[in-house]
């Protein structure tokens, strides 16, 4: 009997999340559509480029609202075990409070598992098709910075041209090894400059051990030691377009931890990135704990309502909560370690003596 029970739970269990994700996916797809159609408006693209761009782009949004998305979820079904009387049937099988939320919450840990080994590569690779494709037809250099496994690269356009950035890696405030392709309006090739370094802090960037190669007529080759190469792109603005880690999965970031470093990538970041992922389950198991705390925790009876103005209080002081916690690690206020896990280990305290309550009941 307890395992036709467990299986009652769980199943209906993820019913209701499944579904849940399922409405949050559509409202996603259909708010960023929005976005995407007034991006491409005056582009000549294909009329269902948005659409696919939404589809590529809400995956990922939906990872980042999984906590509250499993805390709704909960709060429903909790709900509606006390509504239909599902909950004192199953008490009267031996079951407590404290073991039904055990149950689900420990379905809530190994569903975090999941998303992170299984579906989380998938939505790299999403995210990813989202940046390129969005690059190819942007006409803000905001979209055209990246990192991958062949260095550096940046594409700046301007009323001259444009020209394209490559170099072998970041480090601390020099790229390395850089050679700059810029092009006229007609796409053709008409200076190449390399560089062994470049200091990046500043506009102009300071260049060193500098070859410039002019190919408007012939090909004019120039040795200089120092050459100050103009642009907007400073090192403060490269690293906050590149630091956004979605377009790298959980296992491609622990597996290739140190290539990523070498590329350009500060161990803070990336440490934050990886503890972010591995705290999903278990803030996945305390979102389940929290929400059995304010409904079968509760004896006594109140309207819908009233669990509907909690949830969404809860959310969002949660949520931002989390945001402050961030920032005071990026602001070096505290560890960005820490920062990650401040708001799981004070909902988690929250959750333990809450537990210790339900349990009497």
């Known amino acids: 009997m307890s395992n036709i029970i467990n299986r009652y739970l769980v199943i209906n269990?993820?019913?209701?999340?499944?579904?849940?994700?399922?409405i949050f996916l559509a409202l996603g797809i259909l708010l960023n559509l929005f976005e995407e159609i007034e991006f491409f408006k005056n582009l000549n693209a294909s009329v269902s480029l948005p659409f696919i761009l939404s589809l590529s782009y809400a995956p990922t949004l939906i990872l980042e609202l999984l906590p509250f998305i499993i805390f709704l979820s909960s709060m429903f079904f909790f709900l509606h075990l006390k509504s239909n009387k599902d909950l004192l049937s199953i008490k009267i099988f031996g079951f407590s409070n404290v073991r039904i939320i055990l149950i689900l919450s420990s379905f809530a840990f190994?569903?975090?598992?999941?998303?992170?080994?299984?579906?989380?590569?998938?939505?790299?690779v999403l995210i990813k098709f989202y940046e390129v494709e969005k690059?190819?037809?942007?006409?803000?250099?905001?979209?055209?910075?990246s990192i991958n496994k062949n260095g550096v690269w940046i594409k700046e356009i301007n009323d001259s041209g444009y020209a394209i950035i490559n170099a072998q890696k970041l480090k601390n405030n020099n790229l390395d090894k850089v050679s700059v392709y810029v092009f006229d309006t007609e796409n053709k090739m008409v200076k190449r400059i390399e560089s062994d370094t470049a200091i990046i802090t500043n506009n102009p960037w300071k260049m060193k051990n500098v070859t410039i190669y002019d190919l408007k007529e012939g090909v004019t080759k120039t040795s200089l030691d120092n050459f100050d190469f103009k642009t907007d792109n400073v090192l403060d603005k490269i690293n906050s377009l590149y630091r956004n880690l979605n377009t790298i999965s959980f296992i491609?970031?622990?597996?290739?931890?140190?290539?990523?470093?070498?590329k350009g990538y500060s161990k803070?970041?990336?440490?934050?990135?990886?503890?972010?992922?591995?705290?999903?389950?278990?803030?996945?198991?305390?979102?389940?704990?929290?929400?059995?705390?304010?409904?079968?925790?509760?004896l006594n009876v109140k309207p819908n309502f009233y669990y509907i103005i909690v949830s969404v209080f809860i959310s969002v002081f949660i949520y931002y909560f989390k945001d402050l916690s961030i920032a005071l690690g990026q602001t070096e206020k505290i560890s960005l370690g820490l920062s990650v896990w401040m708001p799981i280990i004070v909902v988690g305290l929250f959750?333990?003596?809450?537990?210790?309550?339900?349990?009497?009941k």
């Open 252 to 262: 491609n970031l622990v597996v290739n931890y140190s290539k990523l470093n070498e």
């Open 110 to 124: 190994l569903f975090g598992v999941f998303v992170l080994l299984v579906v989380n590569p998938i939505t790299s």
């Open 268 to 298: 803070k970041i990336l440490n934050e990135k990886i503890n972010r992922f591995i705290s999903l389950p278990i803030f996945l198991f305390l979102m389940v704990v929290l929400a059995g705390i304010f409904t079968i925790g509760s």
């Open 351 to 360: 959750c333990s003596i809450g537990v210790i309550q339900i349990n009497e």
């Open 13 to 22: 269990f993820f019913k209701i999340v499944f579904n849940t994700i399922l």
């Open 135 to 145: 690059a190819l037809h942007s006409r803000d250099v905001d979209h055209l910075i």
